[in-house]
């Protein structure tokens, strides 16, 4: 790694900017993502900034589960963020459909639709856990060096489904 | 304004049907699908019922329960029921006498497929534009086909 690719990866890892995506949630997700962004929690000690355009953001934080309406913004949004980026699936819904699991108007799973990097398990989770686990995702963004990119350094791609994640929904 | 008592209910619609007081203070006329554009108009005018809450509908595995809730200045429900048979469940729009409605009678021909005659726009409104015609998920007898695409993400699309 060159010098000037690490300087760029230090300056990332520093200061990680966020945007959060409510792909359905209740909102739960939301607030307690909210009152992570509040000075009691004072995540800008990480240098985590929450942007309102996935443009600026290296981190999206998806809050529930996707409903078939959101499927498609989720992923013209998760298209226009720049290179690298990582996202964070939040909640029990977001990490496995949690009560929506199986119902008609969501898919079976986040990473149908976009490729999660870290779950955060909880309803909702905590503040801490958020913080947790986007410092987490920084621990694993510092495993890839971010010119080189995780997938040979062209674009990522996103996943096709899996035979597997074929499944209707269920009643 | 008071609140309306059941005889005042009962003269406005006479001759639509049985009026009982269902609670406290909500009085529900039961009455058939042709008569419920008479019901509502009589409701408006001799009731004073200018404030649609909701309409209501429900699907209880024999006929499609529908339910206008309205009420006015007196803070009294008048609830107009009828019942709709599954197999041709079709009734005449409300939305010309009570705009408001309109977008109640959307959602529910969206997710029951209930079909409000002469309404002007009975487009899709809570379902994903993607969603199959003629798949009502809120009927009790609703299976999701597997050979059909329900929407999210198609596989190589982007």
């Not at chain 1, 529930?64 to 998760?78: D, E, S």
């Not at chain 1, 964070?88 to 929506?100: L, P, Q």
């Not at chain 2, 041709?88 to 009678?105: C, F, H, K, M, N």
């Given at each position: 790694?060159?010098?000037?690719?690490?300087?760029?990866?230090?300056?990332?890892?520093?200061?990680?900017?966020?945007?959060?995506?409510?792909?359905?949630?209740?909102?739960?997700?939301?607030?307690?993502?909210?009152?992570?962004?509040?000075?009691?929690?004072?995540?800008?000690?990480?240098?985590i900034?929450?942007?309102?355009?996935?443009?600026?953001?290296?981190?999206?934080?998806?809050t529930?589960?996707?409903?078939?309406k959101q499927?498609?913004r989720?992923?013209?949004?998760?298209?226009?963020?720049?290179?690298?980026?990582?996202?964070?699936?939040?909640?029990?819904c977001?990490?496995?459909?949690?009560?929506?699991?199986g119902?008609?108007?969501?898919?079976?799973?986040?990473?149908?639709?976009?490729?999660v990097?870290?779950?955060?398990?909880?309803?909702?989770?905590?503040?801490?856990?958020?913080?947790?686990?986007?410092?987490?995702?920084l621990?694993?963004?510092?495993?890839?060096?971010?010119?080189?990119?995780?997938?040979?350094?062209?674009?990522r791609?996103?996943?096709?489904?899996?035979?597997?994640?074929?499944?209707?929904?269920?009643? | 304004?008071?609140?309306?008592?059941?005889?005042?209910?009962?003269?406005?619609?006479?001759?639509?049907?049985?009026?009982?007081?269902?609670?406290?203070?909500?009085?529900?006329?039961?009455?058939?699908?042709?008569?419920?554009?008479?019901?509502?108009?009589?409701?408006?005018?001799?009731?004073?019922?200018?404030?649609?809450?909701?309409?209501?509908?429900?699907?209880?595995?024999?006929?499609?329960?529908?339910?206008?809730?309205?009420?006015?200045?007196?803070?009294?429900?008048?609830?107009?029921?009828?019942?709709?048979?599954?197999?041709?469940?079709?009734?005449?729009?409300?939305?010309?006498?009570?705009?408001?409605?309109?977008?109640?009678?959307?959602?529910?021909?969206?997710?029951?497929g209930?079909?409000?005659?002469?309404?002007?726009?009975?487009?899709?409104?809570?379902?994903?534009?993607?969603?199959?015609?003629?798949?009502?998920?809120?009927?009790?007898?609703?299976?999701?086909?597997?050979?059909?695409?329900?929407?999210?993400?198609?596989e190589?699309?982007?």
């Amino acid at each position: 790694m060159s010098l000037s690719q690490r300087l760029v990866n230090w300056a990332r890892l520093k200061s990680p900017w966020i945007t959060i995506f409510n792909s359905g949630a209740c909102n739960a997700c939301d607030i307690e993502a909210i009152a992570t962004l509040t000075p009691r929690f004072d995540i800008e000690r990480f240098g985590i900034l929450s942007k309102g355009s996935p443009r600026h953001a290296d981190i999206l934080i998806i809050t529930g589960p996707v409903t078939r309406k959101q499927a498609l913004r989720l992923r013209n949004v998760y298209e226009q963020m720049p290179e690298p980026k990582y996202v964070i699936a939040m909640g029990a819904c977001g990490a496995s459909g949690g009560v929506f699991k199986g119902l008609y108007h969501v898919v079976d799973s986040v990473d149908e639709v976009v490729p999660v990097d870290l779950y955060i398990g909880g309803c909702p989770p905590r503040p801490d856990e958020i913080i947790d686990g986007v410092v987490k995702c920084l621990r694993c963004s510092r495993r890839t060096s971010p010119a080189a990119g995780r997938s040979g350094g062209g674009r990522r791609s996103v996943p096709p489904r899996r035979p597997s994640q074929r499944r209707r929904p269920q009643r | 304004m008071s609140p309306l008592a059941k005889g005042t209910v009962a003269a406005a619609f006479d001759g639509l049907g049985p009026v009982e007081q269902v609670r406290g203070n909500r009085i529900r006329l039961t009455t058939t699908p042709g008569q419920v554009r008479d019901a509502l108009t009589k409701a408006l005018r001799e009731l004073a019922c200018d404030h649609v809450i909701q309409i209501s509908a429900a699907d209880n595995g024999k006929t499609f329960d529908l339910i206008y809730h309205l009420t006015g200045p007196h803070r009294t429900v008048v609830a107009i029921a009828v019942e709709l048979p599954r197999d041709r469940p079709e009734i005449s729009t409300v939305s010309d006498l009570l705009p408001p409605a309109g977008i109640y009678e959307r959602q529910i021909h969206d997710l029951l497929g209930i079909v409000f005659a002469g309404h002007p726009g009975l487009k899709r409104i809570i379902l994903n534009e993607d969603w199959p015609e003629g798949e009502y998920p809120l009927r009790k007898d609703w299976k999701p086909d597997p050979s059909k695409f329900y929407g999210g993400v198609r596989e190589g699309a982007q």
